[in-house]
């Protein structure tokens, strides 16, 4: 079956780093995204990786290796702004490309 | 470029009745998508449609079912509606659904059914 696992929340402090993990299991993988999703608000895209390595946007950076079916999305110098869900979402290459996607991880920081 | 409109933002309903949900994609995308989101839940994908065909289906029941017109605007329907159906359900565009394309979400519709 084709499945997404991330934490349901993450807890960290203004200015600190913090990392999200994704693992996933489908078929015909093509690719990990990243969307953010502040409370109320729609999903935004972040970043995405097709090929095995790190991807950075600014303060935030987006890591896979599709050998461990494993993607991370790390988030520098957090800000308050940046309390939001957090969602992966994989590409099933054998579902015409349907994006599969995680349950969310709330990210919650604290002053 | 406008962003994705959905309309009506905010709905609310009665068991056993229907209801029709719009989305207005991103001028020139050709791919809409619905998802369902409950709280604690991720998306949950409905289906997508592409050049006014379904080209995916998620796991949902017949009473949930979707259109897309010529100018790529989009409507899903769901009949003889149940409590569970309260959710805030989104829709998103791209332009042709490929799989290094970005979905670009809209504000959604949060519907409650009573």
């Known amino acids: 079956g084709q499945s997404l696992e991330q934490p349901s929340e993450v807890t960290a402090v203004e200015g600190a780093i913090v990392q999200i993990n994704c693992t996933y299991q489908?078929?015909?993988?093509?690719?990990l995204s990243w969307y953010q999703q502040h409370d109320g608000g729609a999903p935004t895209f972040l970043s995405y990786?097709?090929l095995d390595g790190l991807e950075e946007t600014g303060r935030f950076s987006s890591f896979l290796s599709r050998s461990d079916s494993y993607g991370y999305l790390l988030l520098q110098e957090l800000q308050m702004k940046d309390s939001a869900s957090y969602f992966c979402?994989?590409?099933?290459?054998?579902?015409?490309?349907?994006?599969?996607w995680g349950a969310g991880t709330k990210l919650i920081i604290k002053p | 470029k406008a962003g994705v409109t959905q309309t009506p933002r905010y709905l609310i309903k009665t068991r056993g009745q229907q209801v029709t949900l719009s989305c207005s994609p991103i001028?020139?995308?050709?791919?809409v998508s619905w998802y369902q989101q409950t709280p604690g839940q991720g998306l949950q994908f409905l289906f997508e449609?592409?050049?006014?065909?379904?080209?995916n289906k998620g796991n949902f029941p017949g009473r949930f079912s979707g259109r897309q017109f010529s100018n790529s605007r989009s409507e899903m329907n769901v009949s003889t509606l149940e409590l569970g159906d309260s959710a805030l359900y989104l829709c998103?565009?791209?332009?042709?659904?490929?799989?290094?394309?970005?979905?670009?979400f809209g504000p959604g519709t949060r519907l409650l059914v009573l």
């Open positions: 998103a565009s791209s332009f042709e659904g490929g799989r290094q394309e970005t979905q670009y």
């Open positions: 979402a994989v590409r099933d290459g054998d579902s015409n490309y349907q994006l599969i």
């Open positions: 489908t078929s015909g993988f093509y690719g």
């Open positions: 449609y592409f050049s006014e065909t379904q080209r």
């Open positions: 990786n097709g």
């Open positions: 001028s020139g995308h050709r791919s």
